[in-house]
């Protein structure tokens, strides 16, 4: 029987010969030498870790073009192979098969900014241990070798993206120079609308909950159910509003709020960027997401809701289990005693976290992202 990686390997061996046409077909065109392509390949909107990135390259008079293909439309797919066959640049915040099959011409330099911060759970080439396929076939299916320049928040995270992406450290791809979203949490005038935002929805403190989704999947994906929001509205609806941020694959799968809480808890996944709600939140309740990297830059309490430890204890770069440890929360119990005693709370590990995982992002990502573009 035919296994399902097998079946992908014959669908990238096909593609790689049919985009590779549309490509050297448009490619005849002279490269545009000020036009730059934003590939998002898993929305159908242009990904916010885009945000900096496209707002200094329109200050710097390149001509962007944002393309979006969430659901692998043909059409989508064949605008983007001959939009890129003419491009100078393409930015891109993750992986994607069509931007692995195509052999891109040397003047085009593509980009992977990748989406999320620090190194937490195992992706990429680092899941092959736990798939009972071949490495090679994983290797060939989920491969990283077409960017030119991928970024990362650290120094200290750049042996755990070459393991990922199978991109040796010896081809100067890989560079900690930063995550280009974080350069708003040092931007002033972020910083002022956001306290704004926050004004304008309530004059109360603002628990955000943030979980990562469960599933094996997209297509699976949904949120977890951990908390009796009954509770927490009856020990906290005076001080406190309760958001939450659902994961992108997720929020088409949101789970019901009571009638109750409609004044205490409020779903803010399409209302709010995620870097909006980070810098008006004042608690953060996350989990394996790798949000808590990027929240560290601010010495703002978070307590990590993790009764499913034991489904990922296997599968993280870092000894995750130590290092929440005294900020682990399992039930809503424990997260009422935890947020009852904030004013006890250790904010050393946030400091660690910020000098291991954080380094590069202090501002001046983008600038370093596009020194490192024209060289």
Same mark, same amino acid.
């Given at each position: 029987?035919?296994?399902?990686?097998?079946?992908?390997?014959?669908?990238?061996?096909?593609?790689?010969?049919?985009?590779?046409?549309?490509?050297? #077909?448009?490619?005849?065109?002279?490269?545009?030498? &000020?036009?730059?392509?934003?590939?998002?390949?898993?929305?159908?909107?242009?990904?916010?870790?885009?945000?900096?990135?496209?707002?200094?390259?329109?200050?710097?008079?390149?001509?962007?073009?944002?393309?979006?293909?969430?659901?692998?439309?043909?059409?989508?797919?064949?605008?983007?192979?001959?939009?890129?066959?003419?491009?100078?640049?393409?930015?891109?915040?993750?992986?994607?098969?069509?931007?692995?099959?195509?052999?891109?011409?040397?003047?085009? #330099?593509?980009?992977?900014?990748?989406? !999320?911060?620090?190194?937490?759970?195992?992706?990429?080439?680092? &899941?092959?241990?736990?798939?009972?396929?071949?490495?090679?076939?994983? *290797?060939?299916?989920?491969?990283?070798?077409?960017?030119?320049?991928?970024?990362?928040?650290?120094? #200290?995270?750049?042996?755990?993206?070459?393991?990922?992406?199978?991109?040796?450290?010896?081809?100067?791809?890989?560079?900690?120079?930063?995550?280009?979203?974080?350069?708003?949490?040092?931007?002033?005038?972020?910083? !002022?609308?956001?306290?704004?935002?926050?004004?304008?929805?309530?004059?109360?403190?603002?628990?955000?909950?943030?979980?990562?989704?469960?599933?094996?999947?997209?297509?699976?994906?949904?949120?977890?159910?951990?908390?009796?929001?009954? &509770?927490?509205?009856?020990?906290?609806?005076?001080?406190?509003?309760?958001?939450?941020?659902?994961?992108?694959? !997720?929020?088409?799968?949101?789970?019901?709020?009571?009638?109750?809480?409609?004044?205490?808890?409020?779903?803010?996944?399409?209302?709010?960027?995620?870097?909006?709600?980070?810098?008006?939140?004042?608690?953060?309740?996350?989990?394996?997401?790798?949000?808590?990297?990027?929240?560290?830059?601010?010495?703002?309490?978070?307590?990590?809701?993790?009764?499913?430890?034991?489904?990922?204890?296997?599968?993280?770069?870092?000894?995750?289990?130590?290092?929440?440890?005294?900020? *682990?929360?399992?039930?809503?119990?424990?997260?009422?005693? !935890?947020?009852?005693?904030?004013?006890?709370?250790?904010?050393?590990?946030?400091?660690?976290?910020?000098?291991?995982?954080?380094?590069?992002?202090?501002?001046?990502?983008?600038?370093?992202?596009?020194?490192?573009?024209? #060289?």
């Amino acid at each position: 029987m035919i296994s399902m990686h097998h079946l992908l390997w014959l669908w990238r061996t096909q593609s790689i010969v049919r985009y590779n046409l549309v490509y050297r #077909k448009a490619a005849k065109s002279a490269i545009f030498e &000020k036009k730059v392509i934003l590939f998002s390949p898993n929305f159908d909107f242009m990904d916010s870790s885009f945000d900096c990135i496209y707002k200094e390259l329109l200050l710097q008079d390149y001509d962007v073009l944002i393309i979006n293909n969430h659901k692998n439309n043909q059409k989508n797919i064949e605008y983007f192979i001959k939009e890129a066959a003419t491009a100078h640049f393409i930015f891109s915040t993750d992986n994607s098969r069509i931007i692995d099959c195509i052999k891109f011409r040397k003047e085009t #330099k593509v980009i992977c900014l990748w989406h !999320a911060c620090g190194a937490l759970k195992k992706w990429g080439n680092s &899941k092959v241990k736990y798939w009972k396929q071949s490495s090679f076939l994983h *290797r060939k299916l989920f491969s990283y070798q077409s960017f030119n320049l991928f970024t990362v928040s650290s120094e #200290k995270c750049l042996s755990f993206y070459s393991e990922a992406t199978g991109i040796s450290l010896k081809k100067n791809v890989l560079k900690a120079t930063g995550v280009s979203r974080t350069d708003v949490f040092f931007d002033k005038s972020f910083l !002022a609308a956001c306290k704004n935002k926050k004004n304008k929805l309530t004059d109360k403190k603002i628990i955000l909950y943030a979980p990562t989704f469960r599933g094996n999947n997209f297509s699976e994906a949904h949120s977890p159910e951990f908390l009796d929001f009954d &509770k927490l509205r009856n020990e906290f609806s005076n001080e406190y509003i309760f958001l939450i941020k659902h994961h992108p694959a !997720a929020m088409s799968k949101t789970y019901f709020v009571p009638e109750n809480c409609k004044d205490f808890i409020f779903d803010a996944s399409r209302e709010y960027d995620i870097s909006e709600l980070i810098v008006m939140s004042d608690v953060l309740i996350g989990d394996y997401s790798s949000l808590f990297f990027e929240w560290s830059l601010f010495d703002k309490p978070i307590l990590f809701l993790t009764p499913d430890l034991e489904l990922y204890s296997k599968g993280f770069y870092i000894d995750f289990e130590s290092l929440i440890q005294k900020n *682990r929360v399992n039930d809503t119990n424990d997260v009422i005693k !935890a947020i009852k005693n904030l004013a006890d709370y250790d904010f050393s590990f946030l400091k660690q976290i910020r000098n291991d995982f954080m380094s590069a992002c202090d501002g001046s990502a983008t600038k370093r992202i596009l020194q490192e573009m024209l #060289k």
